[in-house]
């Protein structure tokens, strides 16, 4: 079946460390993206990729990096830059915005990562 | 800047009432979603609507779009218990294929 994977599921991160958080996606979709979610909060954009080797920033993109080297693959890594990373991250991938209809919602979401500083 | 905002962030209702939830958005959009998500869960997506008078409905929800109006609504009708957890709208920006979120609508409904 098609989906996104994300892993790890749980992650820690020392001070002064980085992470990699994994996200891969098998329904062929353009477009990938990460989401930042804080406790009681909405989802804020960190950052988006509409095509292979090809990516811009979102709301919140300090701190923080990515790569898009596949098309199937998306992996953002959380920097020794980024102060609070604490947070739940999701991430998403979308076909072409010409293709929506309304019974292709359109985005696909992984099941998250939690991440904590310890 | 698109800004989504949706009221009222809390909700505490009693099983078998009505009750509504709002989507406000501040520039023009071609696509508007709900969705629900259950603590430490992902989302899961509920409607998409695309047009301007668009209405779905799945069971006890149905949202609606007013693109004139800017505002989406999410109307919950003989809640159940089953519909706990928080629902958030996301509005499509016009030129590429970013969403924003709401802040999210944290709904309890009690016995």
């Known amino acids: 079946d098609g989906g996104i994977t994300q892993s790890p599921k749980y992650l820690f991160r020392k001070e002064g460390q980085n992470v990699t958080l994994s996200c891969e996606q098998n329904l062929n979709h353009d477009a990938m993206y990460w989401y930042r979610q804080d406790p009681g909060q909405g989802l804020r954009l960190i950052y988006y990729s509409q095509i292979v080797n090809d990516f811009q920033k979102g709301d919140i993109a300090e701190g923080y990096s990515v790569s898009r080297e596949k098309k199937e693959s998306f992996p953002l890594t959380v920097t020794s830059a980024q102060k609070n990373p604490t947070a739940f991250y999701l991430c998403?991938?979308?076909?072409?915005?010409?293709?929506?209809?309304?019974?292709?919602?359109?985005?696909?979401f992984g099941s998250g990562t939690r991440l904590t500083v310890v | 800047e698109l800004k989504v905002e949706q009221n009222p962030l809390f909700l505490s209702m009693q099983e078998g009432k009505n009750y509504t939830i709002y989507c406000n958005y501040s520039t023009t959009s071609d696509r508007l979603y709900w969705y629900r998500q259950d603590p430490g869960k992902s989302l899961e997506s509920l409607f998409v609507?695309?047009?301007?008078?668009a209405v779905k409905q799945e069971g006890r929800l149905m949202a609606s779009l007013d693109t004139k109006a800017r505002l989406s609504t999410l109307h919950i009708t003989a809640a159940v218990h089953d519909l706990s957890a928080t629902y958030f709208c996301?509005?499509?920006?016009?030129?590429?294929?970013?969403?924003?979120f709401g802040e999210g609508t944290q709904l309890t409904v009690n016995p």
């Open positions: 998403a991938s979308s076909p072409p915005r010409t293709t929506f209809t309304t019974s292709n919602y359109g985005y696909t």
């Open positions: 609507l695309l047009s301007n008078g």
């Open positions: 996301a509005v499509g920006e016009t030129s590429g294929s970013r969403l924003t």
